[in-house]
């Protein structure tokens, strides 16, 4: 069987680099999107169940932030609970 020659093997080394990238890749991907998910649940948890001056204060900063953070109008619809006042009696729109 003839030696593949120098080239060839760069070019096999090059294109296992490109598939392993492509694999790293798409685990950052996977890490992210995660670490949103969680982080995400642990504020909408604090946003439903906290009592406490934090959670309260929260849906106020969200109420500011959200509105100049959000670009699309799909994405404005999706958080339009979290987006309306709070009610007149101090609770969230959402109690």
Same mark, same amino acid.
């Given at each position: 069987? %003839?030696?593949?020659?120098?080239?060839?093997?760069? /070019?096999?080394?090059?294109?296992? #680099? $490109?598939?392993?990238? =492509?694999?790293?890749?798409?685990?950052?991907? /996977? $890490?992210?999107? *995660?670490? #949103? +998910?969680?982080?995400? /649940?642990? +504020?909408?948890?604090? &946003?439903? =169940?906290? *009592?406490?001056?934090? @959670? $309260?204060? &929260?849906?106020?900063?969200?109420?500011?932030?959200? %509105?100049?953070?959000?670009?699309?109008? /799909?994405?404005?619809? +999706? &958080?339009?609970?979290? &987006? #309306? %006042?709070? =009610? =007149?009696?101090? @609770?969230?729109?959402?109690?």
């Amino acid at each position: 069987m %003839p030696r593949k020659s120098i080239e060839e093997r760069l /070019a096999q080394l090059e294109a296992q #680099k $490109k598939t392993l990238q =492509a694999r790293l890749n798409k685990q950052e991907r /996977a $890490k992210d999107t *995660r670490r #949103k +998910v969680l982080l995400g /649940a642990l +504020v909408l948890h604090r &946003l439903e =169940a906290g *009592r406490d001056d934090f @959670s $309260k204060n &929260l849906g106020d900063w969200l109420r500011r932030e959200l %509105p100049g953070f959000l670009t699309r109008d /799909a994405d404005r619809e +999706v &958080l339009d609970d979290l &987006l #309306k %006042p709070r =009610a =007149a009696n101090g @609770s969230d729109a959402t109690s």
